[in-house]
C-alpha cells in the first residue's frame, strides 16, 4: 500500500491569486499522478508528474495554469495560478505502485470566490 | 473513443439488501479493470483489480465480475451496510496509450 498525505485539505482563496498544494508519500515511487474532481463528477487527470524533468499535461491543461514540482521520489507539488470560481474543485495526488494499483490521497477542497 | 459508462448513476436501498452496480466500458486495447469506493470528502480507496484473464474476485462483502468479450463489468454489495454510503468509481485502464478511464460513479446510499 501507499499512505499519501496531502496539504491543505481544504482551502478559500481569492479570485486572481495562487495556491500550493503538497503531495507527500510515505515511500518512493516512479510514476505519481494530479487529477481534478470537480462537483459531482469523477476524476479527470491533469499531469503526470515526472521526477527531476518537466510534468507531461493532459490535453486541456498547461503549466502556466498548473506548474508541477517533482523534486524526488516521494514528493510533488501542484499549483492553481491565478485562480477563477471555475477552479474551484477537489484536487487528488495519486501514486502507482509497482503492482499497478492506484492509491489516493485524502484530496484538496478548494474553493474559490 | 475510449469510454466507462456506469449505471445506475444513483441508488438507494436498505441497509442489510444486496446490490449490484455496472460498469461498460469501450476501451481497448484493455489491461485492467478496477473498482474504488470514494467517501464523501476523501480520496477514492481501491476494492478489486481484475485483468482480463480474471472473471470475478472479492473482497469482503464486495465482489466485481468481468466479461473481457463483453466488456461489461459489475459489482455486487452483500448484505449492506450504513458504511457502504459512498461513490463507486469503475476505472478501465488500457494497455497502450489509451492510459487510465474512470466512470463518474455510482453514488450508493444506505438507508438504515
Known amino acids: 500500500s501507499a499512505v499519501i498525505s496531502q496539504k491543505p485539505s481544504r482551502d478559500i482563496c481569492q479570485r486572481g491569486t495562487s495556491l500550493t498544494i503538497q503531495c507527500q508519500v510515505d515511500s518512493q515511487v516512479t510514476m505519481m499522478f494530479w487529477y481534478r474532481q470537480q462537483p459531482g463528477q469523477s476524476l479527470t487527470l491533469i499531469a503526470t508528474?515526472?521526477?527531476?524533468?518537466?510534468?507531461?499535461?493532459e490535453s486541456g491543461f498547461v503549466i502556466d495554469k498548473f506548474p508541477i514540482s517533482r523534486p524526488n521520489l516521494t514528493f510533488s507539488t501542484l499549483t492553481v495560478s491565478n485562480m477563477s470560481p471555475e477552479d474551484s474543485s477537489i484536487y487528488l495526488c495519486s501514486v502507482e505502485k509497482d503492482t499497478g494499483e492506484l492509491f489516493f490521497g485524502e484530496g484538496s477542497r478548494l474553493t474559490v470566490l | 473513443k475510449n469510454q466507462v459508462e456506469q449505471s445506475p448513476q444513483s441508488l438507494i436501498i436498505l441497509e442489510g439488501k444486496n446490490c449490484t452496480l455496472q460498469c461498460n466500458y469501450t476501451v481497448s486495447p484493455f489491461s485492467n479493470l478496477r473498482w474504488y469506493k470514494q467517501d464523501t470528502g476523501r480520496g477514492p480507496v481501491s476494492l478489486t483489480i481484475?485483468?482480463?484473464?480474471?472473471n470475478t474476485k472479492s473482497n469482503g462483502r464486495y465482489t466485481a465480475t468481468l466479461d473481457a468479450d463483453t466488456k461489461q463489468s459489475s459489482l455486487h454489495i452483500t448484505a449492506s451496510q450504513l458504511s457502504d454510503s459512498a461513490s463507486y468509481i469503475c476505472v478501465v485502464e488500457g494497455s497502450s496509450a489509451s492510459k487510465i478511464i474512470f466512470g463518474s460513479g455510482t453514488r450508493l446510499s444506505i438507508r438504515p
Open positions: 481484475m485483468t482480463f484473464s480474471e
Open positions: 508528474a515526472n521526477q527531476g524533468s518537466e510534468a507531461t499535461y
